[in-house]
T-cell receptor, first 116, second 116 residues
Framework: GESVGLHLPTLSVQEGDNSIINCAYSNSASDYFIWYKQESGKGPQFIIDIRSNMDKRQGQRVTVLLNKTVKHLSLQIAATQPGDSAVYFCAESQGTWDTGRRALTFGSGTRLQVQP | NAGVMQNPRHLVRRRGQEARLRCSPMKGHSHVYWYRQLPEEGLKFMVYLQKENIIDESGMPKERFSAEFPKEGPSILRIQQVVRGDSAAYFC??????????????FGEGSWLTVV
């Protein structure tokens, strides 16, 4: 069935470097994407989102890029810090917002390890 | 304003027993989602409820699992006759009636079920 998946299970970077985490999705009907950060023993924490009518969106130290042609999503973290070490998930959904009828489909996650 | 509250945080059950997981959504949120996460995997959607109504239970196993969100009190995910394969982290999320964006979907800290 349709699914969201990630290319790299583990990414190791040096503190201060930029990190890029990738995600491929297969459901062409998906029109909304979210990146979550999950630390050990905790629930997912919202990082940034993007709708399908956009190619790029920036937050504080994070940027999400969406390429609908190849169904690819990436999360860029600038100046990666030790506190960024966690598992990162992309999630996607489709449908309309007005009735709140959305459930998220999560990818399998990428573990980011930041070396001091 | 308290976040999404889940309890218990950790639950140990013997095979064949029942497990009840509770979720109190954020104040003002009327929609609740339940997800299951196996170790080193992404979150899998189980069920989406609003008060006194199941909106989408397409991710729920057909047997032994049930969920409710009564008019008063928390949402409850009930697993009857637990088996070892039910061991996982169960996350609850809540959102307002109108989900404007991903940052209005809040996750709890999860309930870790261990079946021995």
């Amino acid at each position: 069935g349709e699914s969201v998946g990630l290319h790299l299970p583990t990414l190791s970077v040096q503190e201060g470097d930029n990190s890029i985490i990738n995600c491929a999705y297969s459901n062409s009907a998906s029109d909304y994407f979210i990146w979550y950060k999950q630390e050990s023993g905790k629930g997912p924490q919202f990082i940034i989102d993007i709708r399908s009518n956009m190619d790029k969106r920036q937050g504080q130290r994070v940027t999400v890029l969406l390429n609908k042609t190849v169904k690819h999503l990436s999360l860029q973290i600038a100046a990666t810090q030790p506190g960024d070490s966690a598992v990162y998930f992309c999630a996607e959904s489709q449908g309309t917002w007005d009735t709140g009828r959305r459930a998220l489909t999560f990818g399998s996650g990428t573990r980011l390890q930041v070396q001091p | 304003n308290a976040g999404v509250m889940q309890n218990p945080r950790h639950l140990v059950r013997r095979r064949g027993q029942e497990a009840r997981l509770r979720c109190s959504p954020m104040k003002g949120h009327s929609h609740v989602y339940w997800y299951r996460q196996l170790p080193e995997e992404g979150l899998k959607f189980m069920v989406y409820l609003q008060k006194e109504n199941i909106i989408d239970e397409s991710g729920m196993p057909k047997e032994r699992f049930s969920a409710e969100f009564p008019k008063e009190g928390p949402s409850i995910l009930r697993i009857q006759q637990v088996v070892r394969g039910d061991s996982a982290a169960y996350f609850c999320a809540s959102s307002p009636v109108t989900v404007l964006s991903g940052n209005t979907i809040y996750f709890g800290e999860g309930s870790w079920l261990t079946v021995v």
